[in-house]
């Protein structure tokens, strides 16, 4: 409203047109008529209006005391912190597992089903100018509901790097640090089973200036449950830090490459570590209100069982890049266990993927993350009349388990993935995982039977809907 | 802003005033005094004053150079999806029972309480312009936080119909499908025992343009655990489907007929279902934080047991009505049970209900959904000064769950109603339950005591606040 | 944008120009010339354009069907009610205990630990103009989610007093009344160990028009569980009043003195009683998700165990002041229990405390609740510069659960603390508390061993980040 007044009066100032007067003549040259004069008396009249409007828009404080502004929303007169805004997400499943009899025998007969993998309430915001949160809920995980990121940050703290207090994903991994949200295939990658993920803690971390670099550092309570807390007087803490770099950085995402290094050291409490995880998906049933009769939750098909030791380190490699609409994805990660009562202990994995868009869209680099970031399609499925964005990626991973006196077993998993994204809050997403267990004799979870020991395979299908908000 | 100079504008150029000049005569004819000619000059000074009027009028952007426009809400510029809206409601209950001693000893003595019946936060929005959502969390009911409604909507899928994947109630049945904020007494008829309810899977479902009718189908997994998970190689699999019409349908309110039906084939995982029912209330306290010593929980007045069955039928049908204050709604549901050892079983049950606002109101149709709707007082307690709705209603129900070896009882209520609307989000419920109860011996869950078996009663008084936002 | 039409009009109208015509003179006595003539003309259609700005300003309504207005928000036309924010907050502590050998034999290794104490989120609002309600769930307390403050509230029930009808805050005593978000040290004091706190039931409460005084009476189920159910014939019934007012209240913060009292009459559900308590400090680890080996939760360290027993009556009297940047608290609850089959017992507990703001702050009374307030620093850190507010304070509590046959065991603490404010919404913690424990031999739950009979000391470092939103 103002914006309009100030620009008439400037616009009028700049013509600064005369106010209506006699000609500049001598008096005594010309004498106006009667009628002129009355003539020059109405201009200057007119004048005078149009200089009214003049001040009326050059002077728009005193406008409001004339009437209420009931179209326009008044600016807001209250603190403007604390913000809040409530997002949130879901993934609903539906899996179908086709096993070989050895594969039986050695994790359990997986059951086909469909599941929420995934569903977060979470208020996010600024609690001041210098200090934001978040409260995140995860519905969906055993343990419901189970804490997720609820941290506070304060900016600016030692140079321009932010504190972060609570718990959120230690700075490890790059696969690990990647939302769950934009994740390329439906689960992250084997190696995944070594990360200290979410702890209770404290970091500090920050980026160049260009977004050209990352770095993180933190110190955590280890291991934390479902609900943020951990306790022990015998060791649970760790540390984690992690270093990212562009080699190549090419404007408009025509070429990138993606370097960074982190490493872990984790004391836990009651001396235990477990390492373990799923072929890449998760489909499970829990709590009342069903019969039961069959085994509700998929088993690890790889799994350390409890492992009694003093404290392990952690070292991980990455590798990642992209051009134009195909990116690839790479990490290793090794894992030392110095166990209490036996030898030292190495466990290794690692994985590699690539996408690529068909519809001709980028995959973004969250400079300030050091990871890759939301798709966004080129023409949503909509209004826009378009087909969204379809992609597809495969990824190649591995994690062994198994070392001297630990029989975990061995995975290798080959997936090929469709991904299609209507819009950039909603995806359905297809997965085939080709899982190949090798699974030793021995002390551990796997394999439940005998039967189960040495090589054996698994099919699996799976499928996705998301939504996000 | 921009109306105001759109319209400024619009309102100049209507007038097309004539730009100040000499009369239009030969100019030999006449010439103007050197005053006059002044005269013409000033005149044209000030005409050029009002084009530039029009001119910042008609050409808005340039303006916003001028200066910043603090006094209007700037139209967001960021994209207009995902929108999100909190929503949620509660229903805080107190009851007390009056049983005579075959019901104590055939159900257990239930013990007066009050309890959150329902309490319901639920995030809801667009994610596209065609695609909606919800992610709706229980806090109240055991296993909290549950699954409600959570799932995603594409609009325009075939022809006009959406298509809706996730967790959301099977279309089947209109007690069910009618909202738990929207019900007539505090709980849904004897029937709903039967219903699969809320499932997780994917449903097609549209109505008549001029929602005459309404039609449904879906496919699901069944039977889904409070967490929306199921799993089970052998079965698990169902569908459901619902046709509505209106046969009568006068403007106003005045005269409508609703007639509708439903089917639903089940094959359960792990081959076993179970029909119970509480007597239209339930009060119960669970979990920690208090010390026991009663039964916490208010036993399923009628109750299968686990049966051992390969699949179930399902049939329905409804009548409902309304004309002026008054309205009705019936429905029967019939259940085929295919034992796995066992003969065929055949359940039912029925209800039927009417209402009567003593203040005037009409109970408002959903015509998208086919069920009765929000009740909105005339005159809402509080500044409009009225006594918001008052509401009368009765209804019978009743529910047979003894077939040949299974003895599950069979349970008739009458029920009298009293309902008190303060505003469109706040009431007040009064139920006087009068439930009768005839349990067989057998190996079932109810009796509970060998004196249980014949006939029983129990009177309950049952009152709730609810508020919804 | 209609202020500034309207502002217009105004400014015009008020100038009340003349339309431009022939002087007022004879028309006999001067004949204008054909060139005045039409100069008349001319300033006659600029008046005419004129005339026309002032009809659009003063005329707004037909502007509005000659285009959108994009940049101005219009004015929501749907209903206000209901209103909904999400708010919420959380508290993340970490814990360290230096313990005699006496105090461990007492009450366990308390193991040293991190942990969000409280995280919740609530939905507040009005649901209409003369009803507000809040539904909020704590995800942190085990239990989790319970059941925190769920109520509505309806106003000017009884004069200017209000219906509250759900789960809250019982009207009795000062620290409990007092939120958590506000609280000078991490934990209430000892004696917080006999409130009835929150429970299910109905409150009339109100305050005297300038806050002098406050008052509330309540009747609700006992003992509620953490999701806000209560049951059982036996009993299961309490009362709670309590009366405050000021004795002092010179404005400005300088010079207040607050008094009150309260009663609470309780017969259980079940005829049970427990009271107990932590060491004013709480950290824990629960569920899922983590390899046990310790004690995951902080036992407390005085427990009468389960009493059997008809009923209560609980008496409380507070005390409080401030005094510029100083103020103080304090309360006394004496607790009478009527066993089943043993004699009358007491029990009581009472804290002081004080606390100042070395950087000038006042902590503010709220009249309406008869408690203190919420402390906004003068300068907060970030934008404006500032170190925020900091504040010493020091508490003695104690509590006495031993009478006759029961052996709970006396509590003394004598706590120093250390807050930081960071900004109204952000702060951080530091108490050292130094805990005194009496136990008695007995059947009681402390102390767990009878090396740990006699008095025994634990010191316990403990510090928090909180932010609330």
């Known amino acids: 409203c103002l914006r309009f007044a100030v620009g008439l009066a400037a616009a009028v100032v700049v013509y600064s047109p005369a106010v209506a007067q006699p000609p500049d003549v001598p008096a005594s040259d010309t004498q106006p008529t009667r009628i002129e004069a ?33 179209h326009c929303e008044p600016k807001p007169e209250k603190p403007k912190f604390p913000t809040v805004r409530l997002t949130g997400f879901f993934q609903a499943d539906a899996v179908y597992f086709d096993q070989d009899a050895t594969n039986i025998a050695a994790v359990g007969d997986a059951q086909d089903g469909a599941d929420f993998r995934r569903a977060r309430l979470a208020a996010v915001g600024q609690a001041w100018d210098n200090v934001s949160y978040q409260l995140e809920m995860d ?50 990658g084997l190696p995944f089973a070594f990360l200290p993920f979410r702890q209770i803690g404290a970091a500090l971390y920050g980026n160049h200036k260009d977004e050209l670099a990352t770095w993180a550092i933190s110190a955590f309570r280890y291991p934390t449950d479902v609900y943020g807390g951990n306790v022990g007087d015998n060791g649970g803490y760790g540390m984690a830090t992690r270093l990212t770099g562009l080699m190549i950085n090419n404007d408009d995402g025509n070429g990138l490459v ?94 590699a993927y690539c996408g690529y868009f068909l519809t001709g869209e980028k995959r973004p680099y969250n400079g300030k993350a050091g990871v890759f970031g939301t798709v966004t399609p080129t023409k949503s499925v909509g209004k826009e ?25 061995r995975l290798n998993n080959i997936t090929a993935g469709l991904n299609w994204y209507l819009n950039p809050h909603t995806k359905f997403q297809f997965n085939y995982i080709y899982s190949m267990l090798n699974a030793q004799a021995g002390a551990g979870p796997v394999p439940v039977s005998a039967a189960g020991v040495g090589d054996s395979e698994a099919g699996i299908y799976a499928m996705r809907a998301q939504v996000d908000f």
Chains 1, 2, 3 share one sequence.
């Open 258 to 351: 993606h370097v960074g290094g982190g490493f872990s050291f984790i004391d836990p409490a009651n001396d235990k570590f477990q390492f373990r995880n799923q072929p890449e998906v998760f489909v499970g049933e829990d709590g009342g209100g069903v019969l039961a009769g069959t085994n509700p939750k998929l088993a690890p098909f790889a799994d350390t069982g409890e492992i009694d030791a003093r404290n392990a380190s952690l070292f991980s490699a990455e590798l990642a890049g992209s051009c134009g609409s195909f990116y690839a994805q790479s990490e290793a990660i090794y894992a030392q266990v110095d166990q209490l009562a036996g030898p030292m202990l190495s466990f290794s994995g690692a994985y």
């Open 38 to 70: 009355d003539l020059y008396s109405q201009l200057a009249r007119m004048q005078q209006q149009i200089d009214e409007l003049k001040n009326v828009s050059a002077a728009p404080a005193p406008i409001y005391d004339f009437a209420p502004m009931p």
């Open 139 to 188: 519905f969906a995980f055993p343990g419901r509901p189970n804490f997720m990121d609820v941290w506070l940050d304060v900016d600016d703290v030692i140079g321009s790097n932010n504190l972060r207090i609570g718990q959120f994903r230690q700075p490890f991994g790059m696969d690990g640090l990647t939302s769950v949200k934009e994740m390329t295939f439906l689960e992250r």
């Open 385 to 409: 009349g378009g087909i969204g964005a379809w992609e597809v990626a495969t990824r190649y991973s591995h994690v062994d388990l198994s070392d001297k006196n630990i029989n975990g077993g």
